[in-house]
DNA sequence: CAATATAGGACTAGTTTAGTCCAAGTTAGT
DNA sequence: ACTAACTTGGACTAAACTAGTCCTATATTG
């Protein structure tokens, strides 16, 4: 299975709850509305701040909020901020693999993971927080040869 | 990182390494073409004929060729041999999550994962024997929604 | 019948991941 | 000034998963 780590998942989830409104929550706050651990919650935050998705504040009645607004953030950022770059395979970034020369399917791994990277950067939280999704139209993706 | 198995990988390696001809193929001789050991490459292969993607013969002088021709086998397939659905999420499938109700995001996941499994079923093995990848155009998913 | 393959499954070692916990720093309110 | 509420950073552990190995049985060729 192609998957997305349960931090990546979670991290979604956090900021999706916090996409809501704009106020400041506390992570036992996010923790009781999600029904994740207080201290997972809690680690989960604090990568997001470090990737400046997610602005806190310190002290007491202090929590954490989006940094910007939920149009704005995508679903590519995040994974980004919880598992590291989205790519499909190892060998797709600066590091050269050893049998490269043999290696014909290095540059169709690329442009697999582009379309990927693309469909996750068009999704953004407030697309998230609507039940209903967008209609998505592949039918480019059948009439050019990937 | 939204990651790929290793086992994916050298799945569509060594599918890609039969693609280039219909000869039969033992296992020792993946496993030297590609620089993988031969018990791996064995599994693998056991793996892909259960998916009906190799057919095998068996005894001396015996072997794997590919079940199909290299334009009718496509990545997605490979992947889901090797690392079962191709699915983003758990909650994706028919496994009930058990806060379904607060959790609006499931849908657009579906949506999401739904791009990936077009993508990777729209490139074929014979795409990946060229060197050169094929132009993907993204432009349909920026004008929708997604 | 001997040599060469695949078939199937059990098994192990290593890595990664999820999750917990603790000590320190920061702010608000009294 | 003090205390309570909260974040920060990092160390740590337990569990799950993955990759890879190995063994026995079966089939085919010559």
Do not use: F
């Amino acid at each position: 299975m192609l998957r997305l780590s349960k931090m990546a998942d979670y991290g979604t989830q956090v900021m999706t709850y916090m996409a809501r409104d704009q106020a400041v929550h506390s992570a036992s706050e996010v923790s009781a509305g999600l029904g994740i651990a207080v201290p997972t919650v809690s680690k989960i935050l604090k990568m997001l701040v470090r990737k400046n998705l997610v602005a806190s504040v310190m002290g007491a009645k202090g929590g954490y909020m989006l940094a910007r607004h939920p149009a704005e953030i995508s679903v590519a950022e995040i994974i980004d901020a919880m598992d590291g770059p989205i790519s499909i395979t190892e060998c797709s970034g600066t590091t050269t693999c050893e049998r490269e020369s043999t290696c014909s399917t290095r540059s169709n791994w690329q442009g697999i993971n582009h379309i990927i990277q693309d469909a996750l950067e068009k999704v953004n939280l407030a697309g998230m927080t609507q039940p209903k999704p967008q209609v998505v139209d592949t039918s480019a993706l059948r009439t050019r040869g990937i």
